[in-house]
């Protein structure tokens, strides 16, 4: 699974920039069109394995778990019938914590090899993969501070301009739950909080605050 990752949205982006495009001494441009590569790759791969059956299933879970997490945090009772009233895409997914990431690695790589131009004063793809690799979590930490922000500042139209993207794919990482799903969803729900539910029943709020 990493080789598949590491191969399809690092190397592969990359090398087709870098065969297709004479841009790879200009940082800016090159992390831009690879990051474009990169995007569009995970939304053909997320789309493809929601044509498998037991990954459409999964998805389903998916949306019953965010429909259960709205019921949760508008205050309303916690039940089935509750859950089912919301939407399936949510805000703070990983879905569009991955999204998020994808934007990141853009403005990261493309100062990364900002540097590496200024000290080497040449740069390829061994280069890149060498130190674009090790600053995955960098990225990561970078996205998590941007979904905590737009978790705060949701009213403003920048971030809801950000949140957008991350809604469209949850179109595909989403399916519509049936109630036994929804009634799993509710169970972990109540399995994860134990005897603090209690306190939290009939608040109003996101989950951040807890």
């Not at 699974?1 to 592969?12: E, P, Q």
């Not at 259960?68 to 805000?91: L, M």
């Not at 595909?172 to 799993?184: G, Y």
Request: negative net charge; hydrophobic residues 55%.
């Amino acid at each position: 699974a990493i080789l598949l990752a590491v191969t399809l949205f690092m190397i592969a982006p990359m090398w087709i920039t870098t065969k297709m495009l004479d841009v790879e001494k200009e940082a800016v441009a090159f992390n831009m069109i690879s990051g474009i590569f990169r995007i569009t790759f995970f939304v053909i791969y997320l789309f493809l394995i929601s044509l498998m059956k037991d990954v459409r299933r999964l998805f389903q879970y998916h949306g019953a778990e965010h429909r259960v997490v709205y019921n949760f945090e508008s205050g309303r009772n916690i039940s089935i019938s509750d859950a089912q009233s919301f939407p399936t895409q949510h805000p703070r997914c990983g879905t569009s914590f991955m999204f998020i990431v994808l934007l990141s690695a853009i403005i990261v790589f493309a100062l990364i090899d900002t540097l590496i131009l200024a000290v080497f004063e040449t740069i390829n793809l061994p280069m890149r993969l060498l130190f674009h690799l090790p600053l995955i979590p960098l990225v990561a930490g970078v996205s998590y501070e941007l979904i905590k922000l737009s978790v705060r500042h949701g009213d403003k139209v920048f971030v809801r301009l950000l949140q957008t993207p991350g809604l469209w794919l949850q179109l595909i990482t989403t399916r519509p739950p049936d109630d036994a799903m929804v009634e799993v969803a509710i169970t972990a729900l109540e399995s994860a909080f134990g005897d603090q539910l209690n306190d939290l029943k009939g608040k109003e709020f996101i989950a951040e605050e807890i």
